[in-house]
């Protein structure tokens, strides 16, 4: 009896790496990587966020200089968050026209506006005493439609200061019909909406709030973000509420969680959709790898890969300049 040695050989696509290289299916480019970046009001120094090993909160001299490595990098875009030095009720450094967002996306403009995109998060939780997303009712929850008010003057303000995409993340209903609204009556027909459609109240997001100073004082935000275990479709329903609204495009967050749900939107929808790699996505492999338990670089490449190949056109990714380095 002769042994049956198989026919078909898909290792033959496998054996050199010029092979592997050129039957790629799935390729990332820097051009689509976008970078997280937060800057922070009244500071002579970037403090390092200790959730985050290698994050920081700049001040706006390092935020240009980050942006500048980023931009050498051929990193496609960034995203600017604001820490203000006071918080109030409403939020409101987040409309002041020389609030922290608003100067930063200025130095950002002006440092790299031409080489990359310049974004900005339009959401209230930075700004907000109380760390919610909105502003609150007398009894302590977020009031949807006063919020939208308080959303579309924010991503006025950011157009003013130069912004390039406004990225509504607060989760309220209309809200992206209430800033396309605002910021077409103002002159910024041109300015296109990103929208965090379908975005869950997740655990991942521990050490952004750290780098944002946003940790809601009471309660959380279930009662506006998708429950992880919700219906499956309210992701879709999300994202085709955002389109009819005039999203330009749209986001899945957290990403690695979420692979399921970012591509069922990338075959509903025919715009740019976005995925962000948040916050506790980094800070779970950066540990590990600090733990020497896995091998850090290949595992940020490879978590890269899923989410490309999942279907995201766009990464947001606080791994951005040293993923497009690799890359180039
Ligand atoms: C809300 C916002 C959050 C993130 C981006 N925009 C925090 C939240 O919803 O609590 C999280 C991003 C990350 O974890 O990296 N403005």
Redesign the pocket.
Known sequence: MTAQFPAARPRRLRRTSPMRRMTAGTRLHPAELVL?MFVKEGIDEPHPIGSMPGVFQHTRDSLRKAAHEAAEAGVGGLIL?GVPAVKDARGSAGDDPDGIVQQGVADLVAEVGDAMVVMT?T????FTDHGH?GVLTAGGEVDNDATLERYAAVAVAQARAGSQVIAP??MMDGQVAAIRAALDADGFEQVPVLA?SA?Y??A??????E??E???RFGD?NAY?QDPAGPVGEALREVRLDLAEGADAVMV??ALFYLDILRQVRDEVDVPVAA???????AMIEAAAANGWIDRDRAIMESLVAIRRAGADLI?T?WATEAARRLR
């Open positions: 997280p968050f998060d959401c209230l939780d930075e997303c993340s607060g965090y975005k109240a997740s991942l997001y521990g050490p952004f709030r780098a944002a946003c940790a809601p935000r973000q967050k957290p962000y790699q948040v916050s506790g996505e980094y947001l606080y």
